[in-house]
């Protein structure tokens, strides 16, 4: 793997590689053990270590991951699961995964996310859980309520597979008091190719979550080896992470640094060139804090900026079309105004870190040409759009 096709704008998102990882890669080939080992447990080491916390927990995928949190956490039919709507629909599917249901509740539509009041809101005596999607990357600080969520025994599961590297304070996310997930599919911050990570709250939590990414069977595979048998202690799936897509996980968290500067220095040249347009509302992140995933913009008539700019090769995209309106979670509709609204006006312009400034200006050039044709049809940064 090289970055030698040389993505731009043409694409929304783009894995960036350092290098190295092909020949970690071809090292794990060569040492003729696939599967989870060693290398694993190292970029679970690495994790926890660049995050400032005891363990952490690899599998196979953010969805794995999702599920293995829910389950640990004790969901399950009967149970609703308070969830925004507005996220990628492997949120949703990991409570259907459990058997619980989803109680789809609004965002804030500056920042995407829940906040204390939106969550509280919907807590119900069925509520077990609340997962925050950490939207773009930015930290979804529940703290206030922590308290009160514990009392209810509510657990926080925090879906932070935009958010890895960000902080929530001084802290990095991970390292607070919620189950976080991860997932390094390819356009996350962090690829392992495929992969994801469950920080968990205490010892025992990571050991359930051992088991379970590994069919139920109680011992590494290092120890099995030398046994006639395997022990099956409880229900398991087959959600391990494999050496090959560790080793790309640890050679991208060598650079991680570079990977955060990069992505906030492309946000802010966005930030500042977008600043110039009338008719736009930035999606905000702190860059100072998180380290953005995504650029996303609010815009009028959406549907027609996106299919102009996409006519004229821009990579534009939407994270995303709202859950509560998808055929297979028709049962849990409800009225969610903020994210309606969001679901008809927000944009994803390209955000890779193949981009160049010059692609930039080339984006923000032919978003400006459009608004300025369609001629003030589209909300102002000052009106509420
Ligand atoms: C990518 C993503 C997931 C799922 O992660 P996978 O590794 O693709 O399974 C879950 N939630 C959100 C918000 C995501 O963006």
Known sequence: MTNSSRPDARRNASPYLYGEEAEAVARVLESGQYGHGAVTEEFE????????????????????????????????????????????CATVQAILAVGATPRFVDIELGTLCVNDQLVMEAVSDATAAVMPVLFGGRAVDLAAVQGELDERGVAVIEDAAHAFGSRNGPRRVGAGRALTCFSFGPIKNLTCGQG?????????????????????????????????????????????????????????????????????????TYRSALSSLEGVTSVDVDPDRSVPHLCQVRVKNRDAVFARLRSQGVGVGVHYPPNHSQPAFAAWKRTLPATEQAGQEI???????????????????ALGQFLKSAGGTMCSPAASC
């Open 45 to 88: 080491r690495r994790v926890a270590d660049f995050l400032g916390i005891p363990d952490a927990v690899a599998v196979a995928s953010g969805t794995a991951a999702l599920h293995l949190a829910l389950i640990v956490a004790g969901v399950g039919p009967g149970d609703e699961v308070i969830v925004p709507s507005m996220t990628f």
């Open 196 to 268: 994801g990570m469950v920080i968990p709250r205490t010892p025992e939590e990571a050991d359930a979550i051992r088991r379970l990414r590994l069919l139920g069977v109680a011992q590494s595979q290092a120890e099995r080896a030398n046994t006639t048998t395997y022990r099956v202690e409880s229900f398991g799936l087959r959600y391990q992470l494999s050496d090959l897509n560790a080793a790309v996980g640890l050679a991208q968290l060598a650079h991680f640094g570079a990977t955060e500067r990069a992505r906030r220095d492309l946000w802010r």
């Open 347 to 365: 944009l994803s312009l390209p955000f890779h870190q193949h981009l160049t400034e010059q692609h930039i200006e080339h984006v923000v050039s």
